[in-house]
């Protein structure tokens, strides 16, 4: 069985539904997820343990992706929508059961203000970022930073919009093509209605996150090393280090 058979089976069998159902609706972020976990697993190490911020955990997916991603990693996944994050916690029972996942229901930035100053290894997310308005998420980027060991890692797998707005468009018009495809055959007019709301919030003005504004900020927060990778449609993954050394 190769990995990524081995991955949809252990998610299949945790997340159940939800995972088979984003799965079906927007492959992209299954797949960003699993990236997400790859990249802290691929992290430097120096120690046997790591702390490990996840912002916005929803459901679990990309939690799970985490947990999965080496033995000595302490997850604390944030998320202030009680729906989903309860969800998290049926699903990933027996982790947080160990010892190694830990829940915070408040909102990113009150959450990581909490938290004392180079305390973490590692802020890991996946398409949380986006849904922020562009000032607050600023506000939790500059956080993210501060809660940062020197050494640490950002890593991000999300909606980093085109800078070339003609070229987004399209591709944000072949997204809603593919929306409504999956969505009629099945019959769920009511996800298709929730996914283009949602898309609407998205792609507002305040909101959208576009690509050179989002590495301006984390320049501006002090990060090095920045980098944009796996981009599909889109979807990318961004890591940022917080140097040894500051200025």
Known sequence: MTQSANYDALFSGVIGQEYEMLKLICPLMTEMSRMVGEAVRDFPRTQDKLNVVE????????????LTAGDGLHITSIDNEPTMQDQAKQNLKAWEEEGRLTFNGQDALSAL???????VDMVA??????????SYRQDVIRECYRVLKP???FINGDRYAFDDISRHTR????????????L???NRL??????????????SENHVMRQSNAIRQLHEAGFSDISISDRMAVNALVKAVKPFITN
């Open 113 to 119: 203000q909490a938290m004392p100053p180079a305390s």
């Open 55 to 66: 912002l916005g955990g929803g459901t679990g997916i990309t939690t799970l992706a985490l």
């Open 190 to 203: 009511d996800l298709l209605e929730h996914w283009i709301v949602h898309l609407f919030s998205d792609e």
């Open 151 to 153: 050494g640490g890692q």
């Open 171 to 182: 591709v944000i018009q072949e997204e809603v093509a593919g929306y409504f495809k999956v």
């Open 125 to 134: 997310s996946a398409y949380t970022l986006h849904n922020f308005l562009d």
């Open 184 to 186: 009629t055959e099945i």
